[in-house]
């Protein structure tokens, strides 16, 4: 099985940077995704990462450790928009390519 | 253009009845995915559907949950004699390529309240 674990709230102020984590348990990896999603809202794709590694993109930065099984999302540069809950998935080999596993998310407040 | 679409938007009915949710996937996209978030829950897989492949319903959280996917197409979601605990959620995913390990573009979902 797969296993997700990942803050229920964090809190920033506008313009600072905050670093979301998450770690996961599974027999078989084949990928982590980052989704974003505002309230009442679908989740949009941020990022993927197979390797380990540092992905950026923007004000977005994401890093993989299949050693330690363990990834980060790295948000700077704080808008107020970028208040909202982040959701760490992973997906598996096999039956579990099938899907995504996702944690329960992280509620981000951005405060000005 | 056009993203993934989901109707209703929102959905109340009473304990017992049946209802239907429906998905038009992104054109062209031959993965979906059906997921359901329950309030302050993660998302969790419901049902993938593949190609002409036989789907894996493994998410499924009992036998009065069923889902189609017509003509390769639109999809629907059916859960009969609702109960208090179906409330969520339901949320439809597509891709362009087959299996998870690729970008999911999500619907806005519909919100089932069973009273």
Request: charge should be neutral; hydrophobic fraction near 30%; include cysteine.
């Amino acid at each position: 099985g797969q296993n997700i674990d990942q803050p229920t709230e964090m809190t920033a102020t506008e313009g600072a940077i905050v670093q979301i984590n998450c770690t996961y348990q599974t027999s078989g990896f084949n990928g982590l995704f980052w989704y974003q999603q505002h309230a009442g809202e679908a989740p949009t794709f941020l990022s993927y990462n197979v390797l380990d590694g540092l992905e950026e993109k923007g004000r977005f930065s994401s890093f993989l450790s299949r050693s330690k099984g363990y990834s980060y999302l790295l948000l700077k540069e704080l808008q107020m928009k970028d208040s909202a809950s982040y959701l760490c998935a992973v997906t598996g080999w096999g039956a579990a390519g099938n899907k995504l596993t996702f944690g329960g998310g992280t509620r981000v407040l951005v405060k000005p | 253009g056009a993203g993934v679409s989901q109707s209703p938007s929102n959905k109340v009915t009473e304990k017992g009845k049946d209802v239907e949710l429906r998905c038009d996937p992104i054109s062209g996209h031959t993965a979906l995915y059906w997921y359901r978030q329950s309030l302050g829950q993660g998302l969790e897989f419901l049902i993938y559907f593949q190609g002409n492949s036989a789907p894996d319903k493994s998410g499924l959280p009992s036998d009065r949950f069923s889902a189609e996917r017509t003509g390769g197409s639109v999809s629907t979601l059916t859960i009969q004699r609702t109960q208090q605990e179906d409330s969520a959620v339901y949320l439809c995913a597509s891709s362009s390529r087959d299996r998870a390990s690729y970008e999911q573009y999500f619907g806005p979902g519909t919100r089932l309240t069973v009273t």
